[in-house]
């Protein structure tokens, strides 16, 4: 008996999701009852998360396709190895990689990644940038680690962006290219006038797959795959420059004390042989592989920063004609292609029209939950049809004309 199919369970049959989608959200939400939009008005696909983002079906089939080999196997034989190779390959075809650049990847997430460039990128203090949570997080990192100094930090207001400054002194200039708890996006280029020597080093979270980069403006471009990628959390993936390489080894060799499971000299060894140093989860790479053959066929980053672009736009033109919402971001060329955050008048009971929507399989467009806001947040990744964007217009319109929340 053959590898069973699984891809209508898992959501190729769109109005079997968005049924099942309203029975449990009206269950839950019983107040939502008395709301019926539409069912014309509906997008075929209801998923606009900005956390872990939207999965295709062929990801989800792309798994049960690898489980004879693949799946429940050692990540030191060949099937995981080429699998893994075949991402890092994958990457730097998307990427268009420089010579000298390589694929680095490990366990734990960007989160992770955070701790081990403090103990292997960073050589004594860094510049932050913070203009949200995340990027706030890493200056945390830096600043607690006893054998950094205290790190410089330039900030800016939620929606707004902070850029860097070189000043001397610095080795490290890190920033977020997109902060995903706000929607807005900051340009990657190196900061002119830094020392010689200086690394630039931009978490790509949120942004990488779905926001343009030139990969020679970075030395250390770093993210998770759940984002633009599909994919579930737990690893990390970073392209890498050779300066970039040359100091991660400067400083292994040093004798500063790094944990073994945050050694980026560690990560580049086993990296090169297409396997992390602890067992990784596959799935996560299963689904990575397979939505990069996707992005590739379909004209890879030309692809996908176009179909980020017009589904963001929707949504932008949309809180431009409609009286009861704004952008979040005011800054036209800070707003972010793959995280888009609107505001709603106090008028507009956000947390009811969350939870209508939820009842028609319309979900996870809440706000970030610190910022505190009357506000919507939609993830526009690449999988993410503009048409369904559209759809999702149409119901907020429908909703604020009924005058329902």
Not at 356 to 367: T, Y
Request: aromatic share 6%; charged share 20%.
């Amino acid at each position: 008996m053959g590898t069973p199919r699984i891809v209508a369970e898992h959501g190729a049959d769109q109005m079997h999701r968005r049924k099942s989608a309203s029975w449990l959200a009206t269950t839950l939400n019983p107040m939502s009852n008395d709301v019926k939009i539409p069912s014309e008005l509906l997008p075929r696909d209801g998923r606009f998360g900005a956390g872990p983002s939207r999965v295709r079906d062929e990801q989800i089939q792309a798994i049960v396709d690898a489980q004879p080999q693949v799946m429940g196997t050692s990540h030191r034989q060949a099937p995981v190895k080429d699998l893994v190779g075949d991402v890092r390959r994958m990457l730097a075809e998307l990427y268009s990689l420089p010579e000298g650049y390589e694929v680095i990847l490990g366990n734990g997430g960007s989160t992770s990644f955070w701790d081990a460039a403090a103990f292997s990128l960073v050589e004594t203090r860094a510049q932050h940038c913070e203009f949200g949570e995340f990027g706030s997080k890493f200056t945390e990192v830096t600043r607690t680690a006893p054998h950094l100094q205290d790190p410089d930090v330039i900030t800016a207001s939620a929606g707004d962006i902070a850029t860097p400054v070189a000043r001397k002194g610095i080795d490290v200039y890190a920033w977020p290219h997109n902060e995903t708890s706000t929607g807005a996006m900051a340009p990657v280029a190196r900061p002119e006038g830094a020392d010689a020597g200086a690394l630039t080093v931009v978490d790509g979270t949120s942004a990488a797959g779905g926001l343009a980069l030139d990969p020679t403006q970075v030395d250390v471009y770093y993210f998770a795959p759940q984002k633009s990628f599909g994919a579930d959390g737990g690893l990390w993936f970073a392209l890498m420059s050779p300066a970039a390489i040359a100091r991660i080894e400067k400083i292994a060799a040093s004798g500063r004390y790094i944990p073994a499971t945050l050694n980026l000299a560690t990560a580049v060894d086993n990296s090169r042989k297409n396997q992390t140093y602890n067992t990784p989860a596959l799935a996560p790479l299963v689904m990575m592989r397979n939505q990069l053959e996707w992005m590739l066929a379909n004209g890879g980053m030309e692809f996908t920063t176009a179909r980020t672009r017009e589904s963001s736009s929707r949504l932008y033109a949309w809180a431009d004609r409609t009286a009861q919402v704004e952008a979040f971001v005011t800054n036209p060329s800070a707003r972010s292609h793959v995280v888009v955050t609107v505001d709603l008048t106090p008028s507009v009971e956000v947390n009811s029209l969350i939870s209508i929507l939820r009842a028609h399989g319309v979900v996870d467009i809440d706000p970030y939950r610190k910022l505190g806001r009357n506000q919507i947040r939609v993830g526009t990744f690449p999988s993410v049809d503009p048409d369904d964007v559209t759809a999702l217009t149409r119901c907020l319109d429908w909703l604020l004309e009924k005058q329902l929340l």
